[in-house]
């Protein structure tokens, strides 16, 4: 096993030991050529090889090990400038020149790529104060506090990036300065980083300064007239609200606010004394000027803020790629394979905090997680796993009981980035009083009933499964290797539970024992039952999208691909269930969505293989809290009052229990004892009800869509006629069908070759 703590596997691995003693602070950056989402816009752009992985870089700055493992997995490497008073000099040209102005650079540690000879980096550290960040094009880069270099990785050209050197060599602030004034003729005092500016959004960028106005008005900061800047606008401060009190600046007008092309307020100051105070701060001179100023959204107790950002995080949770936000370490070794059950856990997560009306102090367990997703055990633990630290974070307490549940709190920064939406959204409506919510006719209100809060616990929605017939069952190896095993158990008197699982220990398996029929088909009683396939979470994320995203509740096959962040085929087999089950219409271009969808998920959901499977779930937590506080009844030293608070937790469990079996799941009584079974003709009275009554809830389904099944009909009806495929197909365009119904229904009920 390659050491986690290196960045490569060859000589790269002596730069880690040198940036590992010195602290360095690390950056996850997209390899060139790769696509992403910008999780602001929601577009998708092609990476060059400097964009940095996520929000909030500037403040998290990454280890080496999880540097050293999105190295591994072919992504670029960044150092955190200003993180532990590294920063790195950047010459896009004349490198030796920059080398002759400061020969001590020749012995620190150089990055630099072959197909480049002129281009270089150095790692400098720096005591005292940090100089500021400042790029001089074609002459020096400076980058230092809030600013990243890549290190390590591959160039957007293809060459590898590589170092020389073997120590860092220590300079200081007044040494930047002079180096910089050697090589332009200008002080080091304004930091002007140049950006590659988008397409100018006109309505943005009044929003953005009708909010930056607000805030310098509340903290009684004068500015200059606003003038355009790279695609937005700018303005100069007259006085620096970031002036450090025990070491102040003159006015010189060093500090701006720049309001971006996209809407995006920054604001900062050229002195390296007010940059080092941002830099402590946050790295965000907006956020620090915020708070000087006095300006400050409704608390978050407020109960209808609350729910208006958690419907702002429902949209932001649909429309962002997951992928880029797990952590690798998380993820499977061939690729992000949880997105469908992490986008569940993640809106379980807001539905919570929408019911308790409070961000922080969040109740969250795998048992809790898996009540509001339908989740299993294993797979509510690690979703909530893989949910920490970008998503959720955990609130420190000072003493948990073993098996209590522990306390979180939505991450600060999108919580921040939703404020920030909904004040936007104020500016816009002409609101004056910044403290007043978003109105409710907000459309970010349908996220709190959508398809994916609503049916997110169905049983047609848990798992994607399809029946099996007994003949199918039979055949397989591993079913048959699994009942040998079961036959030995049985015979050398081990237990075997309900799913089939046999204890450790005992004597050698035995093969070819006879197994009752009973015992080896009733871990698959469900799957041969059904008639239908489970839908499964990825269906049902489409049928979200379809009714919340799209107008009218149809979409090309393209939008639907940006919107649920998939690949062509894992749309084609969603798309593909989804036609099955007729939740959906779609052709080889546009996907509509059925509007009695939910009508028909009632219908098919008992007769799929997973029916049931919550309400097995909600017993078997049942049984466990009896288990737990039967075991603590048996402490010794237990009060009176925590006695009785055991047994009604018995109670209310046992009730539960009693409750789910009569009315969700009358089929699973007989599996626990403590149950008293009903008499044999009630039961089967009640079989025959839900019978008919899902019989009854079908019909009604082929009713609704007596059209839609018209024509697979009329094509039975031809080929037994005896008509040639080409024939009957002229027949049915003339008759009304178009061609890609016709086309679609023909591959299923005339197909060109029959299987063997």
Not at 125 to 132: D, F, Q, S
Not at 161 to 184: F, K, P, S
Not at 224 to 241: D, I, M, Q
Not at 532 to 561: H, K, N, W, Y
Request: glycine share 8%; aromatic share 6%; with cysteine.
């Amino acid at each position: 096993m390659p050491d986690c703590t290196r960045i490569s596997h060859n000589h790269q691995g002596r730069l880690s030991a040198i940036l590992k003693a010195h602290g360095a602070g690390f950056v996850l950056v997209r390899p060139p050529g790769s696509t992403y989402q910008d999780w602001r816009t929601g577009e998708r752009r092609t990476a060059k090889g400097k964009e940095p992985l996520g929000a909030g870089w500037q403040r998290h700055p990454k280890s080496l090990s999880d540097a050293g493992k999105w190295a591994q997995g072919g992504g670029n490497v960044g150092l955190l400038g200003g993180h532990n008073n590294l920063i790195l000099l950047d010459a896009d040209a004349n490198a030796d020149q920059v080398e002759a102005a400061d020969p001590r650079l020749r012995d620190t540690v150089r990055i630099f790529r072959r197909n480049a000879p002129d281009r270089r980096k150095w790692i400098v550290r720096i005591v005292g104060t940090l100089p500021p960040s400042k790029k001089a094009h074609g002459v020096l880069e400076v980058l230092a506090a809030g600013t990243q270099g890549v290190i390590f990785g591959r160039h957007d050209s293809g060459a590898s990036i590589e170092y020389d050197g073997a120590q860092i060599v220590t300079l200081n602030a007044d040494d930047i300065r002079r180096l910089w004034h050697t090589l332009t003729g200008d002080e080091l005092g304004h930091t002007h980083r140049h950006e590659e500016a988008g397409p100018p959004d006109a309505e943005a960028v009044h929003r953005g300064m009708t909010l930056a106005e607000t805030v310098l008005a509340a903290g009684d900061i004068t500015h200059t007239a606003w003038h355009p800047y790279e695609n937005g606008r700018k303005a100069v401060l007259t006085r620096c609200p970031f002036n450090p009190p025990d070491d102040p600046h003159a006015d010189d007008e060093a500090a701006v606010i720049i309001v971006g092309h996209d809407g995006r307020i920054g604001a900062t100051c050229h002195h390296a004394r007010c940059q080092e105070r941002i830099h402590q701060h946050g790295g965000s001179g907006w956020a620090l000027l915020k708070e000087i100023a006095g300006y400050r959204p409704a608390p978050p107790s407020d109960l209808a803020r609350v729910r208006t950002v958690v419907d702002y995080l429902r949209e932001w949770v649909r429309r962002t790629d997951l992928a880029e936000h797990v952590p690798l370490t998380k993820q499977a070794e061939n690729g992000y394979r949880t997105r469908d059950t992490d986008t569940d856990t993640l809106d379980a997560i807001l539905d919570i905090a929408h019911e308790h009306g409070r961000l922080t102090g969040l109740l969250l367990s795998w048992r809790i997680v898996r009540k509001g997703t339908g989740l299993g055990v294993q797979a509510a633990g690690k979703a909530l796993d893989r949910a920490q630290p970008w998503f959720v974070v955990e609130e420190p307490t000072a003493e948990r009981k073993p098996g209590q549940a522990r306390r979180f709190a939505i991450h600060p920064a999108l919580i921040a980035w939703a404020e920030e939406q909904i004040e936007f959204a104020q500016i816009a409506r002409g609101m004056s009083d910044r403290g007043d919510l978003v109105d409710q006719d907000n459309t970010r209100a349908i996220y709190a009933k959508s398809p994916l809060v609503t049916h997110r616990t169905r049983d047609a929605f848990t798992a994607s499964q399809r029946p099996i017939t007994l003949r199918a069952l039979k055949v397989r190896p591993r079913i048959a290797e699994k009942r040998n095993e079961i036959a030995a158990a049985l015979i050398h008197n081990r237990q075997v539970d309900r799913r089939m699982r046999v204890s450790p220990g005992g004597a050698p398996i035995e093969p070819h024992v006879a197994v009752p029929e009973h015992d080896y088909l009733k871990h698959y009683r469900r799957r041969l039952e059904a008639l239908f396939p489970s839908a499964g979470r990825a269906v049902l994320r489409m049928i979200d999208a379809l009714a919340t995203e799209t107008p009218d509740g149809q979409a090309d096959r393209r939008t639907l691909r940006t919107l649920l962040n998939v690949s062509p085929s894992s749309l084609s087999r969603m798309i593909a269930r989804a036609v099955e089950l007729g939740l959906v219409d779609a052709d080889r271009r546009i996907v509509v969505l059925h509007q009695q969808w939910r009508e028909l998920v009632d219908a098919f959901e008992p007769l799929m293989p997973t029916a049931g499977r919550r309400a097995a779930r909600m017993i078997a937590d049942a049984n466990a809290t009896i288990h737990y506080a039967e075991l603590l009844l048996d402490e010794p030293d237990l009060t009176p009052q925590e006695e009785r608070r055991l047994r009604r937790r018995i109670r209310i469990a046992k009730e539960t229990k009693q409750q789910i079996a009569a009315l969700e799941a009358p089929d699973l009584v007989h599996r626990h004892a403590d149950i008293a079974s009903p008499p044999l003709y009630d039961w089967l009275a009640r079989q025959r009800l839900a019978e008919r009554h899902a019989q009854a809830r079908i019909d009604l389904a082929a009713d609704r869509r007596a059209d839609d099944w018209r024509l697979p009909q009329e094509v039975h009806r031809l080929r037994c006629d005896g008509l040639s495929k080409r024939d009957a197909w002229r027949m049915l365009e003339m008759a009304g069908w178009k061609r890609g119904e016709v086309a679609g229904v023909m591959a299923v009920c005339w197909p060109s070759k029959v299987p063997a």
